[in-house]
């Protein structure tokens, strides 16, 4: 059964770091694109990061760009995202999301195109 699962969330203060993990079993994560989406209270889901399958592109929103890199560990079967210098407006549930199999070397552009989600990690930046 194709799965993935989130980790690595928690309270952060302002300017510090965590690290996302997106773990998948049942199938390989180097065939797929992954995204990363995070949903803040009373807002919509909006797409954070993607990195497409076998790593020909990588893609960001312009609130993380500069500050959050999205990379995988095939070894691992593992996607992250590094978030550092991070801000109170990034505080949100992340999830983690992979696209139908057929997305070759490119990202979907609507989080409705994904197939699969995990169940969400909490980052909380706050003093």
């Known amino acids: 059964q194709l799965q993935v699962v989130e980790s690595g969330g928690g309270l952060v203060q302002p300017g510090g770091s965590l690290r996302l993990s997106c773990a998948a079993s049942?199938?390989?994560?180097?065939?797929?694109?992954i995204a990363w989406f995070r949903q803040a209270p009373g807002k919509e889901r909006e797409g954070v990061s993607c990195?497409?399958?076998?790593?020909?592109?990588?893609n960001y929103a312009d609130s993380v760009k500069g500050r959050f890199t999205i990379s995988r560990d095939n070894a691992k079967n593992t996607v992250y995202l590094q978030m550092n210098s991070l801000k109170a407006e990034d505080t949100a549930v992340y999830y983690c999301?992979?696209?139908?199999?057929?997305?070759?070397?490119?990202?979907?552009?609507?989080?409705?195109?994904?197939?699969?989600w995990g169940q969400g990690t909490q980052v909380t930046v706050s003093a």
């Open positions: 049942g199938f390989t994560l180097d065939y797929y694109a």
């Open positions: 999301a992979v696209a139908p199999a057929y997305y070759i070397g490119a990202c979907p552009t609507s989080r409705h195109e994904y197939a699969y």
């Open positions: 990195i497409s399958s076998s790593d020909r592109n990588t």
